[in-house]
């Protein structure tokens, strides 16, 4: 069949990856923590019709070729870590991260993944586990049972007032984890990111130290997703999407006319 | 047989390898620092015995379409894009330089500087590598590359490299099957310090997609034309045979 027919279904199914990478974001606009995503587009490789100097006749070269694209494609969706907004919930257990880093979480698998979602609870056992799927935070910090009030400072130390004391007693230190290529994390669901060759190995650190963010309680990062311009790119796809099914319809009348006249 | 319908047989192929170089710019208006393939036609004259009566038409692609795309704004440290004229140097799948107007990059987990597809970016002396991990990436209007390694103070921040910008004249550059633009002459281009780079922005393809919707309800026509040229040469075939035959 002729080939703008196949170069025009690659810029349909380009258009509607697309479409899905923004209606994800979309729906993910108010999940914390959550880093929004882009396609990036590609070309794909040229075919030599007419290789561009070939001889025309004896004594004539061509002076131009015919290369023929053979579409576009998505190569990658590239996550975006800028910082979202701040959005202050005075829950003490709410703890979000300014500037660069990840908190480590145990799967029950034993493997480590990593979050920038800081909405903490307890578990019955009290310690801190993720509030969807209930992951333990690593290292593991556990609130004592008669604990009044939890305190966690900008560099991750937990301290606790015990009932009935005045001290604040030191339970635990919360740890921030880096890479070098957080864009080449595989993101996993439940806000959870797994390490993989091109990210790099994590770089653990306190927060607040060597670059890395400070904590603040009672606060949440949103969603960095900007609703207006994902609006913007759903109309821009949508309409790449129908030009591209319009060289459909065309070559296709075209060829209707071919058999009809014929 | 007539002679004419070989004529209209070439010019109906001819408009459909049109149509695909210009259903390939539309499948490409969202490819970034894309550059629109033109498309132009020859006439190509049968030399024979008799008069040379016979021209066919030949399809071409004689160029790109050097104009900027528009500059979107994303906001992230490591988009650049080139103002005005210019180029990014980087590595090929085989190792050659080759330029791009591609600038979303990014950090390999090797600290090395590369492009989304994976391609190196080259600096003064070879890909740039970055001293990781780093805390923030500057990129320069020049290209001149600065970071802050992690866990270093504001004031250290140290000059890597500089990204190899090049300028060459249209008419020297076009693009190779892999989609980069290299020399016609296979010579590397030189650095340039007129390129200018904008951090945080992307060019966007320079497909206009209005003119390719436009030629090719033009090419669209010109096709139904060759193929009622193709009917009528099988109608004269058709009245040549009635003369002829004996009532």
Redesign the interface.
């Known amino acids: 069949m002729?080939?703008?027919l196949w170069?025009?279904k690659?810029?349909l199914d380009?258009?509607q990856r697309?479409i899905s990478v923004i209606s994800n974001n979309l729906a993910n606009a108010s999940t914390v923590g959550f880093k929004k995503s882009?396609a990036?587009?590609?070309?794909?490789?040229?075919?030599?019709?007419?290789q561009p100097g070939g001889r025309?006749?004896t004594d004539t070269e061509?002076?131009?070729?015919?290369?023929?694209?053979?579409?576009?494609k998505v190569?990658?969706t590239?996550k975006?870590f800028?910082q979202g907004n701040m959005l202050t919930t005075e829950n003490p257990l709410d703890i979000m991260i300014q500037g660069?880093g990840f908190y480590e979480i145990l799967q029950p698998d034993g493997t480590i993944a990593y979050t920038r979602n800081g909405q903490f609870t307890t578990n019955d056992t009290g310690q801190l586990v993720t509030s969807g799927a209930g992951f333990q935070l690593q290292p593991a910090i556990t609130i004592p049972p008669d604990a009044q009030q939890v305190t966690v400072s900008q560099d991750g130390q937990v301290t606790v007032r015990l009932r009935g004391t005045a001290d604040n007693v030191a339970v635990g230190q919360i740890t921030v984890s880096?890479?070098?290529?957080p864009?080449?994390l595989e993101p996993i669901g439940q806000n959870l990111f797994v390490e993989t060759?091109?990210?790099?190995a994590p770089?653990q650190g306190t927060p607040g130290?060597?670059?890395?963010g400070t904590l603040v309680q009672g606060a949440l990062e949103t969603s960095n997703v900007n609703v207006t311009e994902e609006l913007v790119n759903l109309i821009?796809?949508q309409?790449?999407y129908e030009?591209?099914s319009?060289?459909i319809s065309?070559?296709d009348?075209?060829l209707g006319?071919?058999i009809q006249?014929? | 047989m007539d002679r004419m319908l070989y004529i209209a047989t070439s010019g109906?192929t001819q408009n459909?390898?049109a149509?695909?170089?210009?259903?390939?710019?539309?499948?490409?208006?969202?490819?970034?620092g894309?550059k629109a393939?033109l498309e132009?036609a020859?006439s190509?004259q049968a030399?024979g015995e008799g008069l040379p009566t016979r021209v066919f038409a030949?399809?071409?692609?004689?160029?790109q379409n050097f104009d900027g795309g528009a500059l979107m704004t994303?906001?992230?440290d490591l988009d650049i894009a080139v103002e005005g004229n210019g180029w990014i140097a980087v590595q090929d799948k085989q190792g050659n330089e080759a330029y791009t107007r591609?600038g979303?990059l990014?950090?390999?987990?090797?600290?090395m500087l590369e492009t989304?597809?994976g391609l190196m970016v080259m600096g003064d002396g070879g890909p740039i590598q970055l001293p990781?991990?780093?805390?923030k990436v500057q990129i320069g209007r020049d290209g001149t590359i600065t970071v802050?390694?992690?866990?270093?103070p504001p004031e250290a921040l140290e000059d890597i490299d500089r990204i190899k910008l090049v300028d060459p004249d249209g008419p020297e550059i076009t693009?190779?099957?892999?989609?980069l633009f290299r020399r016609k002459d296979g010579e590397l281009a030189e650095a340039s310090a007129n390129v200018t780079l904008v951090k945080g922005a992307l060019e966007t393809s320079n497909v206009n997609?209005i003119e390719?919707?436009t030629s090719?309800?033009g090419l669209?026509r010109q096709?139904?034309m060759q193929?009622?040229m193709?009917?009528t040469a099988?109608e004269n075939d058709q009245h040549h045979n009635q003369i002829f035959r004996i009532v």
Do not use: C, W
């Open positions: 002729h080939p703008a170069i025009s690659t810029g380009a258009q697309d882009r990036v587009f590609e070309d794909l490789l040229y075919q030599n019709i007419n025309s006749s061509l002076p131009n070729g015919l290369m023929l694209g053979a579409g576009t190569v990658a590239q975006n800028s660069h880096n890479f070098i290529n864009a080449g060759a091109v990210s790099g770089v130290l060597e670059g890395l821009e796809s309409r790449v030009m591209n319009k060289v065309s070559v009348q075209m006319t071919a006249q014929l | 109906a459909l390898n149509i695909s170089v210009r259903a390939n710019n539309l499948a490409n208006v969202k490819t970034n894309f393939d132009q020859r190509m030399f030949m399809t071409e692609s004689p160029s994303t906001g992230r591609k979303n990014q950090i390999s987990a090797t600290g989304s597809d990781v991990p780093v805390e802050k390694p992690q866990g270093a693009k190779g099957s892999d989609g997609a390719e919707m090719m309800i669209q096709f139904e193929v009622k193709m009917k099988e």
